[in-house]
């Protein structure tokens, strides 16, 4: 839906019609007791859509991936069956000079006799042996070098998601992204270099040693065609288990990994509250299932080379027996007319395991297919940038962008001057492709305050996320003083916000040094003038050493409360700050600490453009333009 909000004068105590545009979605507009503007969200699909799984992401991602890299891992997959087929002339020369060292002139022929001399075929063995050595080589290089290219880009999207999901992502641990940049990415590499060159050994290795054995013995070629599909069929039957052992194995490290990394922050606090041993003993819990998921997969490895084994083993007995009944005259079938000699035995026999190899190879590879399956199932749960640059949007006001844009040596307009008027023209934010705010148009006088209300999830903190310029928009541009956002030097832009988040970030150190990451010149007197703006002063008093008092880790020993306050009184400190920007900062709060807390943003908000999420009535009651997201049509009382 698209949306527009004035802010030219308008009569008290009435209701006006905001013009329609594009749509024709009205919206109701008030002043001062809060103004509100229609934003309502397209939240559905395309009729018809089919419902999206983990399965096709995960299968969407890889191909993405590898995508670029195809050309490279078939002709690395070419080059190493072309390799596998050096061995037939290699198997002949073989069994033609040792049938002719057995049986003297079994060869027949000038050629042929000189090609069974044993030095000349030894030599040219060699030559092949030498020239099928260096292909191998070859091959295995250039998929290596595509594996760490397609690692490198899942790499760069999963860390560029990362720095463009903005603080209002919500996402796993750090242990859990810590094991998805390593052990989930790392498994993409074994898929690449292993299986996907696979496909043209498969069609074409086989294929040409059943040409090459039909053409002397038929019936060997029959035997090896029954034996060969049965290793796929039973191999793809193992598969079903060893997906579900993968997933266990990849869920069980990603779980671990965020254990141990959540304990490890909380090392100090468990000491003091007692519970190391409980702690020994659960994260000796969550290696033994890690263990167990781990046995799981080698069992089902296990499992698959036993059937690998026995089916090559069995075609490759049938074979023997038939050509050793063969060759002692009880059998005569299966030749094109003439009795089998030493030589054809011999070159069947020396083919036959060849025909295997790559059906060995896919076997032992498939687990490799699994393991990367199971991965990439994990990875689409994680933000992942855009696998090329986004081309239905101007640049894009994201980090990325900034930083792209100085690589390039192109010039940064700076921020504002002075606390700018604020436009989003025709907005559309739309994170994980779900149109949280669709063509949203309003516009915020300079010094002005909006506050932005809806149920959580509605998209307000996106939007918050997209006006300090740390995730991309879909559509439309911000524009701060008639300068596009996604043209300015953000890093300069947010070095200029005054920002309390829900959550907000204490370091260890003193109060001091807390206060002075916002402004690092400011006095004593400043600070407690801050501190009193964020009836904060009454807290910090009651510490040991007032302002020397050193705080813990993200605010240890203080409520959640008390850190707001801290917060907020750093945020006064930014007396050169072109915009205030609060996510939810009476969330959690009791109310008498939440009433503090209002108090002081409404002073630190006079003059300066402000925009405040919450859903908190008393926050809603807060003069000013007011924005709700996801309602068609706005009824607020003046």
Same mark, same amino acid.
């Given at each position: ?11 008290? @105590? ?39 799984? !983990? ?28 390799? %596998? ?18 049986? !003297? ?17 030894? $030599? ?65 590499? !074994? ?6 060159? $696979? ?9 040409? *040693?059943? =040409?090459?054995?039909?053409?002397? @013995? ?22 079903? &288990? ?36 409980? +702690? ?18 080698? &069992? ?92 239905? +949007? ?43 705010? %669709?063509? $949203?148009? $309003? ?7 909006? *506050? ?61 040094? @807390? ?7 400011? +006095? ?15 807290? =910090? ?69 402000? =925009? ?27």
């Amino acid at each position: 839906m698209h949306s527009s909000l004035s802010a030219a004068p308008c009569a008290c @105590n009435r209701k006006e019609e905001v013009a329609q545009r594009r749509t024709g979605e009205p919206a109701a507009l008030h002043k001062d007791g809060g103004q509100t503007v229609d934003a309502d969200q397209a939240k559905t699909q395309a009729a018809g859509a089919g419902e999206d799984t !983990p399965a096709k992401a995960a299968s969407r991602l890889l191909a993405a991936a590898v995508a670029d890299d195809r050309t490279a891992i078939g002709r690395s997959g070419r080059i190493a069956a072309l390799a %596998d087929l050096i061995w037939i002339p290699q198997a002949f020369l073989l069994a033609l000079s040792v049938a002719d060292m057995v049986e !003297p002139g079994v060869a027949g022929g000038p050629v042929m006799a000189t090609l069974a001399h044993p030095g000349v075929a030894g $030599l040219l063995i060699g030559l092949l042996a030498l020239v099928r050595l260096q292909l191998g080589l070859l091959a295995g290089r250039t998929a290596q070098a595509a594996a760490e290219r397609v690692k490198a880009r899942l790499r760069a999207r999963l860390l560029g998601g990362l720095a463009e999901a903005g603080p209002s992502a919500t996402l796993p641990g750090a242990g859990a992204v810590a094991a998805a940049v390593t052990d989930q990415i790392e498994a993409a590499g !074994p898929y690449v270099r292993r299986f996907l060159p $696979l496909r043209p050994r498969l069609s074409l290795v086989p294929l040409a *040693i059943l =040409v090459t054995a039909f053409a002397v @013995n038929w019936l060997s070629a029959l035997i090896l065609l029954a034996a060969g599909p049965m290793i796929p069929l039973f191999m793809a039957l193992i598969g079903l &288990k060893a997906r579900a052992a993968s997933d266990s194995q990849h869920g069980e490290l990603a779980r671990m990994g965020a254990f141990l990394l959540d304990r490890l922050r909380g090392l100090d606090t468990l000491r003091l509250a007692g519970a190391l041993e409980r +702690t020994d003993a659960a994260v000796a819990h969550a290696g033994e299932r890690f263990r167990l998921a781990t046995m799981k997969v080698l &069992k089902v490895a296990f499992l698959s080379s036993t059937v690998l084994e026995l089916f090559s083993a069995l075609g490759l007995a049938l074979v023997a027996v038939y050509v050793g009944f063969s060759l002692l005259g009880q059998v005569s079938a299966g030749t094109w007319g003439a009795p089998m000699d030493l030589f054809t035995g011999l070159f069947v026999l020396l083919l036959a395991p060849e025909f295997f190899a790559p059906l060995r190879a896919f076997a032992a590879a498939y687990h490799d297919k699994a393991g990367a399956e199971a991965a990439a199932r994990i990875l689409v749960t994680l933000p992942l940038a855009d696998p090329a640059p986004m081309a239905a +949007t101007p640049v894009s006001a994201t980090v990325s962008a900034t930083a792209s844009a100085r690589g390039a040596g192109l010039a940064l307009a700076p921020p504002p001057a002075r606390s700018p008027e604020v436009i989003l023209d025709a907005l559309t934010l739309a994170p994980g492709g779900r149109p949280v705010i %669709d063509r $949203l148009s $309003l516009r915020l006088p300079a010094g002005g305050r909006l *506050i932005v209300a809806g149920p959580s999830g509605a998209g307000k903190s996106t939007l918050i996320d997209a006006l300090t310029g740390l995730r991309r928009i879909d559509g439309g541009r911000i524009l701060l003083d008639g300068l596009d956002l996604a043209a300015l030097d953000l890093d300069a832009w947010r070095a200029r916000l005054a920002f309390l988040s829900q959550e907000p970030r204490l370091f260890f150190g003193t109060v001091t040094a @807390n206060l002075r990451r916002a402004r690092p010149e400011a +006095t004593e007197a400043e600070m407690w003038a801050a501190l009193d703006l964020a009836g904060a002063r009454d807290l =910090v008093e009651q510490m040991p050493r007032g302002l020397g008092t050193r705080l813990g880790e993200d605010g240890f020993g203080l409520s959640v409360g008390e850190a707001r306050r801290i917060a907020l009184a750093r945020a006064a400190l930014r007396r050169d700050a072109l915009m205030l920007i609060a996510d939810e900062p009476t969330a959690g709060l009791d109310d008498d600490t939440a009433g503090v807390v209002i108090a002081g943003l409404d002073r630190l908000s006079q003059g300066v453009s402000t =925009v405040i999420a919450s859903h908190d009535p008393r926050v809603l009651a807060l003069p000013g333009l007011r924005l709700d997201i996801g309602q068609r049509v706005q009824e607020v009382a003046e």
